[in-house]
């Protein structure tokens, strides 16, 4: 084996945790159930790694290696930032026909076709996605492994999420090499990102609430309400019942009962006037509009924003700009006067 | 007594003394009578206790029968009342839980729904060849313009496209519409999980299939006196509300020219993909005796 070869290899392999290198070798499907069998895994990790390059050596080639990365990047998925793009057909195109094969075929020469130097390598997963992983290299260099993109696409959907490239230029030659393989005429980056790459799916895919009222549900929808808190205790009197339930209500509207997809922030490029209500304010009196940008982080910003009204901060019914971010599949905005 | 007016008073002098007299009788019949006036006094007296106790007997006459009345119904009406009551109650529940078998099996009609606080939750149940499949719902916010709320269809099937053309102008249309599509999909998804699952034997590499079901690709194999040929087999379902392929091309993947025998079973096979499901093709292939070797090619 090349020497690059078994250092990407090593590199790939030691980025792997103890506690997830049975599973992950696994899903790999490299190395046989013997094989596995005959590795220590109670020594040291430096000493496996060694061991697990040994046995890779005689008949893996970079491919694998490329596989084995393309795994270990799905069992931490969250490790990348995720954009989204959506594709668009012309009008009265035909039915899409989509064949994966053609499709992975036809990806791969139009992004050769146009650099000397990618890998291109596919990997099948769940719901009919498939994960690609892109080595960029330029005419002079081999492709980089240590800095690839990563491309997951839902086939007969016109979406695609991929993590941020490193090499900007090659952004369009991506979008194109997508759109074409794909049948599709044309592509937009969507303004949603996160690391949580089944919340985005989630918020287009439209699959955030899957709660449907039925006569068939085994069970009944209960009604949320604030009795029990107030029952709790009869020495507590609660003033401001009404009010309470009232904000309960609205954010059960706007929220629902669902858990709400995963989203770290939520960013707002104000280009407006500046309003006042004082009569000879400098800054009211600017013509031009006054830049401004404000960022909402959170670990889990849909559920942060959801307990905003009952826990007092902030007034019910929240500003539609927050409550629209799902429903719309934005949280980046741009708002300027109309 | 005035003096002073003797022409004036009435009657004068005489008339006074009339007067006088008279009063002078009255007190005298009073006291002539004190026995007669108490023994009024006390007549009167018994006839009011007469009249007291008589009250008294009739008001107790009237609790003893209001009690008595009291007790009976209160004997009587127990048991009558429990009984009204446990089968009232059952009655109650088993119409209900009819009522609710009913409204549950409305979803063995393919469309069914419920109303919601905002509107209507449609559900749309997909069945092919008898089988019930996969329930699809809607949530519809019945306002004007009408908007759909959440979903729970695949985001492959085109609802945006079906939306825009029927949803306010023709909501029959928008559902049976979407019924079409979501039943042709369960129908082919039916067919390729059949084969995958039931006839795997047949198949020389896994089958080829795309989220809506509408390219198969295969290899499958094929024995006519004693030689086993594969044949490979291309379907395209272009229209998506059925689910019978458009386009079939089976081929011979050798490079060596078919024998023309063989030419006639291509062409019939062909033939029979366009007019069955698939998973009745391979029964038919299982049931004519073309039996398999299931040992790999």
């Given at each position: 084996m090349d020497e690059t070869v078994a250092e990407f290899f090593k590199r790939t392999i030691l980025k792997i945790p103890m506690t997830e290198m049975m599973?992950?070798?696994?899903?790999?499907?490299?190395?046989?159930?013997?094989?596995?069998?005959?590795?220590?895994?109670?020594?040291?990790k430096e000493s496996l790694v060694q061991d697990l390059v040994l046995l890779c050596e005689k008949r893996a080639s970079v491919h694998d290696a490329a596989l084995l990365d393309i795994v270990y990047t799905q069992f931490h998925r969250h490790r990348?930032?995720?954009?989204?793009?959506?594709?668009?057909?012309?009008?009265?195109?035909?039915?899409?026909?989509?064949?994966?094969?053609?499709?992975?075929?036809?990806?791969?020469?139009?992004?050769?076709?146009?650099?000397?130097?990618?890998?291109?390598s596919?990997?099948?997963?769940?719901?009919?996605?498939?994960?690609?992983?892109?080595?960029?290299?330029?005419?002079?260099?081999?492709?980089?492994?240590?800095?690839?993109?990563?491309?997951?696409?839902?086939?007969?959907?016109?979406?695609?999420?991929?993590?941020?490239?490193?090499l900007r230029s090659n952004?369009?030659?991506?979008?194109?090499?997508?759109?074409?393989?794909?049948?599709?005429?044309?592509?937009?980056?969507?303004?949603?990102?996160?690391?949580?790459?089944?919340?985005?799916?989630?918020i287009v895919f439209k699959q955030y609430n899957?709660?449907?009222?039925?006569?068939?549900?085994?069970?009944?929808?209960?009604?949320?309400?604030?009795?029990?808190?107030?029952?709790?205790?009869?020495?507590?009197?609660?003033?401001?019942?009404?009010?309470?339930?009232?904000?309960?209500?609205?954010?059960?509207?706007?929220?629902?009962?669902?858990?709400?997809?995963?989203?770290?922030?939520?960013q707002y490029k104000l280009e407006t006037k500046f309003k006042s209500d004082f009569n000879g304010d400098i800054l009211a009196e600017r013509k031009e509009p006054l830049r401004c940008l404000i960022k909402f982080s959170s670990p889990h910003l849909l559920e942060a924003l959801k307990s905003l009204a009952p826990a007092g901060i902030a007034d019910a019914p929240l500003s539609p700009l927050l409550t629209c971010i799902p429903n719309k599949g934005m949280n980046y905005f741009k708002i300027k006067d109309k | 007594m005035e003096w002073a007016n003797d022409g004036k008073s009435k009657g004068g002098v005489l008339a006074h003394l009339e007067r006088l007299e008279i009063q002078v009788n009255r007190s005298h019949k009073n006291l002539e009578d004190p026995q007669r006036a108490q023994a009024v006094e006390h007549a009167l007296r018994t006839k009011i206790h007469k009249l007291r106790c008589l009250r008294d007997e009739l008001r107790s006459k009237v609790k003893r029968r209001q009690a008595r009345?009291?007790?009976?119904?209160?004997?009587?009406?127990?048991?009558?009342?429990?009984?009204?009551?446990?089968?009232?109650?059952?009655?109650?529940?088993?119409?209900?839980?009819?009522?609710?078998?009913?409204?549950?099996?409305?979803?063995?009609?393919?469309?069914?729904?419920?109303l919601t606080s905002r509107g209507v939750c449609v559900c749309i149940s997909t069945a092919f060849e008898g089988n019930l499949l996969d329930s699809y719902f809607i949530d519809?916010?019945?306002?004007?313009?009408?908007?759909?709320?959440?979903?729970?269809?695949?985001?492959?099937?085109?609802?945006?496209?079906?939306?825009?053309?029927?949803?306010?102008?023709?909501?029959?249309?928008?559902?049976?519409?979407?019924?079409?599509?979501?039943n042709a999909y369960a129908g082919r998804k039916y067919q390729a999980d059949r084969l995958q699952s039931d006839f795997a034997a047949y198949l020389?590499?896994?089958?080829?299939?795309?989220?809506?079901?509408?390219?198969?690709?295969?290899?499958?194999?094929?024995?006519?006196?004693?030689?086993?040929?594969?044949?490979?087999?291309?379907?395209?379902?272009?229209?998506?509300?059925?689910?019978?392929?458009?386009?079939?091309?089976?081929?011979?993947?050798?490079?060596?020219?078919?024998?023309?025998?063989?030419?006639?079973?291509?062409?019939?096979?062909?033939?029979?993909?366009?007019?069955?499901?698939?998973?009745?093709?391979?029964?038919?292939?299982?049931?004519?005796?073309e039996k398999l070797d299931v040992t790999r090619v």
């Amino acid at each position: 084996m090349d020497e690059t070869v078994a250092e990407f290899f090593k590199r790939t392999i030691l980025k792997i945790p103890m506690t997830e290198m049975m599973t992950i070798l696994k899903a790999w499907d490299f190395l046989s159930e013997k094989q596995l069998q005959n590795v220590n895994f109670q020594q040291r990790k430096e000493s496996l790694v060694q061991d697990l390059v040994l046995l890779c050596e005689k008949r893996a080639s970079v491919h694998d290696a490329a596989l084995l990365d393309i795994v270990y990047t799905q069992f931490h998925r969250h490790r990348k930032v995720w954009d989204v793009f959506q594709m668009s057909k012309g009008p009265g195109e035909d039915i899409d026909l989509f064949d994966m094969e053609q499709f992975k075929s036809s990806f791969k020469k139009i992004l050769q076709r146009a650099l000397k130097n990618v890998m291109v390598s596919f990997r099948d997963a769940e719901e009919n996605a498939v994960w690609i992983r892109i080595a960029w290299g330029t005419q002079y260099r081999k492709p980089n492994q240590y800095k690839p993109v990563y491309v997951v696409y839902y086939s007969q959907t016109p979406y695609a999420f991929t993590s941020s490239c490193p090499l900007r230029s090659n952004i369009p030659l991506l979008g194109q090499a997508l759109t074409v393989a794909s049948n599709h005429h044309k592509i937009v980056k969507m303004d949603l990102r996160s690391r949580y790459l089944d919340s985005l799916k989630a918020i287009v895919f439209k699959q955030y609430n899957q709660t449907f009222e039925t006569y068939n549900s085994t069970t009944p929808l209960q009604e949320k309400s604030l009795e029990l808190d107030i029952h709790m205790d009869s020495r507590i009197i609660h003033e401001n019942r009404i009010e309470k339930e009232r904000v309960q209500r609205v954010t059960q509207e706007t929220f629902g009962d669902y858990s709400q997809p995963r989203l770290e922030f939520a960013q707002y490029k104000l280009e407006t006037k500046f309003k006042s209500d004082f009569n000879g304010d400098i800054l009211a009196e600017r013509k031009e509009p006054l830049r401004c940008l404000i960022k909402f982080s959170s670990p889990h910003l849909l559920e942060a924003l959801k307990s905003l009204a009952p826990a007092g901060i902030a007034d019910a019914p929240l500003s539609p700009l927050l409550t629209c971010i799902p429903n719309k599949g934005m949280n980046y905005f741009k708002i300027k006067d109309k | 007594m005035e003096w002073a007016n003797d022409g004036k008073s009435k009657g004068g002098v005489l008339a006074h003394l009339e007067r006088l007299e008279i009063q002078v009788n009255r007190s005298h019949k009073n006291l002539e009578d004190p026995q007669r006036a108490q023994a009024v006094e006390h007549a009167l007296r018994t006839k009011i206790h007469k009249l007291r106790c008589l009250r008294d007997e009739l008001r107790s006459k009237v609790k003893r029968r209001q009690a008595r009345v009291r007790a009976s119904i209160a004997n009587e009406e127990p048991d009558q009342t429990q009984e009204i009551s446990e089968q009232e109650v059952a009655e109650r529940r088993r119409r209900q839980e009819n009522v609710k078998a009913i409204l549950q099996a409305y979803r063995f009609t393919g469309l069914s729904g419920k109303l919601t606080s905002r509107g209507v939750c449609v559900c749309i149940s997909t069945a092919f060849e008898g089988n019930l499949l996969d329930s699809y719902f809607i949530d519809l916010v019945l306002q004007k313009p009408l908007w759909i709320h959440h979903h729970s269809i695949p985001i492959f099937i085109p609802l945006e496209e079906i939306s825009a053309k029927y949803l306010q102008t023709n909501i029959q249309r928008f559902l049976f519409c979407l019924c079409e599509y979501l039943n042709a999909y369960a129908g082919r998804k039916y067919q390729a999980d059949r084969l995958q699952s039931d006839f795997a034997a047949y198949l020389a590499r896994p089958l080829q299939r795309n989220p809506l079901c509408n390219l198969l690709s295969f290899t499958y194999k094929v024995k006519l006196r004693g030689q086993l040929f594969l044949f490979c087999a291309r379907l395209l379902y272009k229209d998506l509300t059925t689910t019978l392929p458009t386009d079939v091309t089976i081929t011979y993947p050798e490079t060596d020219a078919l024998p023309p025998s063989w030419e006639e079973q291509r062409a019939s096979h062909e033939n029979l993909f366009f007019t069955k499901p698939l998973h009745q093709v391979f029964t038919s292939f299982a049931r004519k005796g073309e039996k398999l070797d299931v040992t790999r090619v």
